[in-house]
């Protein structure tokens, strides 16, 4: 299957700072890529649509000034939480397929970044 | 809207058990139907899919059949190892490019 590569796997950071995390697709383009996040026990919950060379669509009730997402090439989206607070603390996950592809039927998992705010 | 509903867990099993975890779903349209694993501390996998009515995915020992007539897409496994121990998430995507609803996962402890 497509590798889907996410960076970092856990950060721990001070309340107040900004963290990025990045998703890339190694071994496919990908015009699509989404942000889910996971609190503990529970399911994924899409945040939000990455969309290459356009603004992110963001779900209902998911703070576009918070959760900064920019996909500035075909292999590449980041997710920037800006100002984080203990509540930020969660596993967020990316997904990418190939829309057109061999690939477009399936959608590639990142292996999550464990963000922990202190 | 689209919804999936899964049986909630924890499950727990002893090793070569019989295996269903319950998923049924609201869609418009034709959804394609998925499950995924996630394993202690990592990310989801891919475990079988099913894209069109009566379709069987089957992966593992793993299967899935996509039940149009009651909106149902179970997962079984004839007999479970110790190494099946991990959550287990029913998904759809509809519209295209592989936006997931997810179920809210269902937990399986095997033991030997």
């Known amino acids: 299957g497509a590798v889907v590569s996410q960076h970092p796997s856990r950060v721990i950071c001070k309340s107040g700072t900004s963290v990025k995390i990045e998703c890339r697709s190694l071994d496919f383009q990908a015009t699509t890529m989404f942000w889910y996040r996971q609190f503990p026990k529970q399911s994924l919950m899409l945040m939000a649509t990455?969309?290459?060379?356009?603004?992110?669509?963001?779900e209902q009730g998911v703070e576009k000034d918070k959760f900064l997402i920019n996909h500035a090439s075909l292999t590449l989206s980041t997710l920037t939480v800006t100002s984080a607070h203990p509540e930020d603390s969660s596993f967020y996950i990316c997904?990418?397929?190939?829309?057109?592809?061999?690939?477009?039927?399936?959608?590639?998992f990142g292996q999550g970044t464990r963000l922990t705010v202190v | 809207g689209n919804s999936v509903t899964q049986m909630e867990g924890p499950v727990t099993l002893s090793e070569e058990a019989f295996l269903t975890i319950n998923c049924t779903y609201t869609a418009t349209g034709y959804p394609s139907l998925f499950w995924y694993v996630q394993y202690p501390g990592e990310g989801l996998q891919l475990l079988l899919k099913a894209t069109k009515a009566d379709d069987k995915g089957s992966n593992k020992g793993f299967e899935a059949t996509y039940r149009k007539e009651t909106t149902s897409f179970h997962l079984e496994k004839g007999s479970v190892q110790v190494s099946d121990s991990a959550v287990y998430f029913c998904a759809l995507s509809s519209g295209g490019y592989n936006k997931l609803i997810f179920g809210a996962g269902t937990r399986l402890a095997v033991h030997p």
């Open positions: 990455s969309n290459e060379g356009s603004k992110a669509t963001y």
């Open positions: 997904s990418a397929s190939e829309p057109g592809g061999a690939r477009n039927t399936e959608a590639f």
